[in-house]
Every structure is written in C-alpha cells, then in structure tokens.
C-alpha cells in the first residue's frame, strides 16, 4: 500500500485537538483512513459492528468491485479462470500468487493426490456422530481434529509447516466431505483414487459404492470444479475474517480453518445455499410459479421475517458474477442430464426476473448472489441440499489458508483485539 498526498483531518467540536490522519491507496478499490494512532491520541475508539465501513488489513488475494460486479483471483477475472483454468490451478494461484506452468502444475496435482486420504483414526472418530447429523457438524469436527494427527508440522513461523498444512487441508476436504455424507446414507466410505481429478475423484468418492463403481461424467465433473472455483475465495467475508481473527491467536491452521468451517455454516452467509433450495422446494410444492407474486409479498414485508435466500449481497450492489457463471454452468448440467425443464430452475428464473424488475429489490441493489443457483445444479448433480454448505466449505479452504497464511507471514501481525461502547451498568456494589 501506497501513501496518498490526501490526508484526513478529525476535528471535534468540543475544542479537542484536532489530528491529521494518513490516508492510504492500494492498487484497486477504495482508499483507507489508518485510524491505528486515534485512540492513543483521542482516547477515542470509531464504531463500526458489522463492520460496513472497515477494512481489518491488506491483502493482495482476491479483489471485489461490488458496484460493478467485478471478481478477481490475484488480478485475473473469475470469468477467465472458470472458463480456462480448473480448480488446482485456481488453487495455486491464489496460493502462490501466480498460475502455474506445466511442471509446477504436475508437481501441485501430485502434492494433493498423495495427501487425499484421511487416518484411519479419522474413521473412528467419525463413527461417533449420530447418523442424522448435519454434514457440517461432523466437518466442523473433523478438520478441527486434524490438529491432532499432524505433530510433524505445527510450527506456524515455519513457511514448510504452513505449506504442507494448507496441501494437507486442500487434499483432504473432498475425502472428509464424501464420508460425511456417506456415514449419513450408512453407506462404506470410498478411498480416494489418484489417476481420478480432483472433482472427479469427489464426485466418485460420494456416488460409487463397493458394489458398483461411479463412471465420471465429464460434463459434471467440469460442473463440479467450476463450483469449487467460483467459491474458492472471496476477500474478507465473515468466515474468512473468521479464519483470521483465530489464527491471530497463533493457533494452528486447522482450528483455524475449523473455525471458518463453523461460520460460513450460518445461513445470511454459506448456509444460503441450502435455505434457498428449501425456499425454492417449499414454494414449488405450495403453488409453484402462480404463488410467486404472494411469495414475494412475504419477503418485502419486513415483520414477515422472510427473506429472498440467495438475493442480496453486503459488497455486490450489482450481479454477482459468480451468479451468472452459476446460472451457466446449471443450464449445461440440466441440459446434460435431459432435464432441462426442471421445475425448480424455471421457478428461480422467474424469481429473479420478477426481483430485478421490482421496485423493492432495485432500491436496494439486490442481486443473485452465488448461493441462488448452486443449490439446483448440486442438486440436479445428486448431491443432497444438506451437503451444499460443506461443498461451499471444501472450495473455500484453499481461500481461507491462503488468507491465514497472508496474515501469519506478515511480520507486523498481531493478535486481533476490537474494543466496544460499553453501555451496560455503571460500577455497582453488591449490598
Ligand atoms: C455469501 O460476504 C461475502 O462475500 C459472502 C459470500 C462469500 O463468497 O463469502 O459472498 C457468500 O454469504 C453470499 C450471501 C448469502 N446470503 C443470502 O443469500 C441470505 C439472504 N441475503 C441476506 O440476508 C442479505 O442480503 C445479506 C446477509 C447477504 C447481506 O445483508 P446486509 O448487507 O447486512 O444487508 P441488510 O440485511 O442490511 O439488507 C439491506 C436491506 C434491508 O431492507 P431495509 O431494512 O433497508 O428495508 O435489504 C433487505 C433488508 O431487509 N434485504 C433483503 C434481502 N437481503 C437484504 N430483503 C429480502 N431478501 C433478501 N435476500
């Protein structure tokens, strides 16, 4: 970051010395006001919950033009990469900064294909969740267990422990989302195949069983990758902020991660996906398209608590362009699988056409974000609307480590400590 010949003053009108503040410039987006000395010199905290007008550090990962709908993957386009690139390579970039060449590339699939597969123990620690559990609940468990099979790499300071911890996290999420979902069908969990693609190999470690093995369909295993590669990162989002307000404890990466697991599972967040698809089924099975107009009176009347699942955005104030990608990518899946005249997909069309011609929805920019579509593709997949979110989860890490990482090789990093308005009780005592 860059200082700007601007300055900032703060003045107050009670007579209090005023003081300059320097304001900073990166090379996209909006400046910042360093406010880091205000309580030293002020004894003044700013306020900001929901952090809507703040910017908790700098990073160089994933930039967000939400007034233009503009997405970018350390400065490529995320149209470009969803079109041209698949998963590992997005993977890799926003790890290391670069795409990859060929070599490096080889070298980055065979990393994570020879960490595909969990500790046995893992098994065991997975049996004692009850069938019914949500699938995030165990993955929340289970990557939080992983700081205890991995003794040989728990120096944080040390660049070869984090990188292997972020393979290690990368290679294992689609084994540890596949068995979750298995041990809820009570079905035998599937090992990971190395001559498999990442998405194939998932896609084959959720559907194949003993019995019968899983013959990848290529068009939905493209679908599958371009999924994760639409979620793979996305700035400072709440889980992602997560991710980082844990780690700064200096905590290992997997409870790190564990933590951003947790956070995204909230349904204004990650969860949205799996509400949305509920939303659409519930709709679908009380009148279908001819309720729409009813339903979308709900959803604008605020005391009605209802809300248009996967519309809305707290940065996108335009299309979110993951949206479209996604609305692309169910038409092939649909179209691939002969049902193009789904019932639910032609009900979320006509949803959003009715939205963005609505006064209510256009007064508050209110767009498709990325959860609006990825529900009925996932669905259409075979993938059940319960495991959405973990899906979510599994894209997301290598953005989340890669974010975590960011932080901890920064050396002016320190602990995460926000401060508050205390409004409570003034000092009392007890009788
Ligand atoms: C993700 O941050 C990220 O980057 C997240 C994410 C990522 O990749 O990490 O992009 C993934 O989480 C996408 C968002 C998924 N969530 C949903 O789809 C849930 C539905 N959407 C919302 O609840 C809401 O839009 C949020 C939580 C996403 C954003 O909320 P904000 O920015 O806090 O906005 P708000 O709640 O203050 O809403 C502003 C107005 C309100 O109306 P008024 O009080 O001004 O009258 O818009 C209304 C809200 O009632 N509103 C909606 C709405 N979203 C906002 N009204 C109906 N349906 C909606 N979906």
């Not at 899946?333 to 959003?352: I, Q, S, T």
């Amino acid at each position: 970051m860059k200082l700007s010949d601007n300055k900032a003053t703060l003045s107050f009108s009670n007579g209090a010395p005023s003081m300059e503040l320097p304001v900073y410039s990166g090379t996209l987006g909006p400046d910042v006001i360093d406010i880091r000395k205000l309580y030293g010199q002020t004894d003044m905290f700013t306020y900001d919950p929901g952090f809507l007008s703040t910017a908790s550090c700098q990073s160089s990962i994933t930039y967000i033009d939400g007034d233009k709908g503009e997405l970018l993957y350390r400065g490529y386009p995320i149209e470009e990469l969803a079109q041209k690139k698949d998963y590992l390579d997005v993977c890799y970039l926003i790890l290391n900064g670069e795409l990859p060449d060929a070599a490096q590339k080889a070298d980055f699939d065979l990393q994570v294909n020879r960490h595909n597969m969990v500790h046995e123990q893992m098994h065991f620690f997975l049996r004692g969740f009850r069938r019914d559990a949500h699938p995030m609940a165990i993955l929340t468990g289970l990557v939080g267990a992983m700081s205890a099979f991995y003794h040989d790499s728990t120096d944080i300071t040390d660049p070869t422990h984090r990188h292997i911890s972020a393979i290690r996290l990368i290679a294992k999420m689609p084994t540890m989302v596949a068995m979750a979902y298995k041990y809820t069908k009570g079905q035998p969990f599937i090992y990971p195949r190395n001559d498999l693609s990442y998405a194939g190999n998932f896609l084959r470690m959720m559907f194949a069983t003993p019995c019968e093995d899983y013959e990848v369909n290529p068009v939905l295993e493209r679908a599958m990758d371009r999924i994760f590669t639409l979620h793979a990162d996305h700035e400072q989002n709440a889980s992602t902020s997560t991710v980082r307000l844990c780690g700064s404890s200096g905590t290992n990466p997997f409870a790190a991660i564990a933590a951003g697991v947790a956070c995204l599972w909230g349904p204004a967040h990650g969860g949205a996906n799996e509400a949305c698809l509920h939303m659409l089924e519930d709709l679908q099975a009380n009148g279908g398209v001819a309720k729409v107009g009813e339903f979308m009176e709900k959803v604008k009347d605020r005391n009605s608590g209802v809300r248009l699942m996967g519309f809305g955005h707290r940065v996108y104030k335009n299309y979110d362009p993951r949206a479209k990608l996604m609305q692309e990518t169910t038409k092939e899946v649909l179209a691939a699988l002969g049902l193009e005249n789904d019932p639910l997909f032609k009900l979320a069309m006509e949803l959003e056409r009715i939205a963005l011609e609505d006064q209510y929805f256009v007064d508050r920019k209110l767009y498709p974000n990325v959860d609006f579509y990825s529900g009925i593709v996932q669905r259409a997949i075979g993938v059940p609307n319960e495991l959405f979110t973990a899906i979510f989860a599994l894209a997301r890490t290598v953005g989340w480590i890669a974010q975590w990482n960011e932080m901890i090789s920064d050396p002016e990093y320190k602990i995460g400590r926000p401060r508050q308005l205390y409004v409570g009780e003034g000092v009392r005592h007890i009788k």
